[in-house]
């Protein structure tokens, strides 16, 4: 089954081009959305509460902080 990753991202993100890097090395095709341009996806991380960048959209889900930690997403990614 495929699951449809996003990587909800700004400029100059430091933790969003590591994350991004890592599901790259790891073989996974996912979107990246500018929250600065994607009035959409801005309002969708304003639903869910989230205020900063990276948050990572795994299917219905959306992960952010503690849970993007290499250990943690590995896990949430079934590696």
Do not use: N, Q, W
């Not at 933790?15 to 500018?34: M, N, Q, S, Y």
């Amino acid at each position: 089954m495929t699951r449809r990753l996003v990587v909800y991202t700004t400029p100059l993100c430091a933790p969003c081009e590591v994350l991004k890097r890592i599901l790259a090395t790891e073989g996974f095709a996912f979107e990246v959305k500018d929250l600065l341009v994607d009035t959409e996806a801005a309002a969708l991380m304003e639903r869910h509460g989230i205020r900063s960048a990276p948050a990572l959209g795994i299917d219905d889900e959306v992960y952010t902080g503690e849970d993007l930690r290499p250990e943690r997403l590995m896990v949430l990614l079934d590696l």
